[in-house]
């Protein structure tokens, strides 16, 4: 069955200290994973995909299907990147779309 | 990017009552739509995928007579509540998928049952 994990509830650093937000999952099929982003009173929104292999607002993520992880990374923090932080799996094939969220990260840059 | 509208996005209703929470894709047209519930601080469940003109699929737990759905076109999908208690309340929050490996979400709907 497919899970995604996100071992952090919250994360607590200050601004321009590396962060790192870890996500694991678990799949039998080839894997498509996304970050999501929820600043408060905002709606969830798309930060990356591990296809596009991008980096948005300085945030990196890298897929690593031999210790089936898709971390985000960035290596100077703003305050401005305070937000829930959720992890997502594809499932079902791109025609379909169901995606299955990790429980999220509360990230929480201090000045 | 495309536009998800939810509406309402706030809605008191008393216990016994029902609730229609509306989800639209407003610039493009959705393969497929979801429902979920989002508890405070908490992940996304999943509560149902819904397509067009045809019967929506629960995902387990979740009572199909309860929480009804309604995919009228490609751009609607229509959640209701029925007979609502203090248990439902909660955030539900749609997404409409356009089929090119991204998700849009609506802003969410607060309901709170009284």
């Known amino acids: 069955a497919q899970r995604v994990t996100q071992p952090e509830k919250l994360l607590s650093v200050f601004k321009g200290a590396p962060v790192e937000l870890k996500c694991n999952y678990s799949?039998?099929?080839?894997?498509?994973l996304f970050w999501y982003v929820q600043y408060s009173r905002q709606r969830l929104q798309l930060l990356l995909r591990h296809i596009s292999r991008e980096s948005i607002k300085g945030f990196t993520a890298d897929l690593n299907k031999g210790e089936t992880s898709f971390h985000l990374k960035k290596p100077f923090a703003q305050e401005e990147d305070s937000a829930m932080y959720y992890c997502a799996l594809l499932t079902g094939g791109t025609s379909y779309g169901k995606l299955t969220f990790g429980q999220g990260t509360i990230l929480t840059v201090h000045p | 990017g495309a536009v998800v509208s939810q509406h309402p996005s706030r809605v008191i209703c008393k216990s016994g009552t029902s609730v229609k929470i509306e989800c639209r894709s407003l610039d493009f047209q959705a393969t497929t739509m979801f429902w979920y519930r989002q508890f405070p601080k908490q992940s996304l469940m999943l509560m149902a995928t819904?397509?067009?003109?045809?019967?929506?699929?629960?995902e387990q737990g979740v009572e199909k007579d309860k929480f009804l759905i309604n995919h009228a076109s490609l751009t609607l999908s229509t959640l209701t509540v029925t007979s609502a208690h203090p248990e439902d309340s909660s955030f539900y929050i749609c997404s409409a998928w356009t089929g090119r490996t991204e998700a849009f979400f609506g802003q969410g709907t607060r309901l709170t049952v009284v």
């Open positions: 819904s397509n067009e003109g045809s019967k929506a699929t629960y």
């Open positions: 799949y039998s099929g080839s894997p498509e």
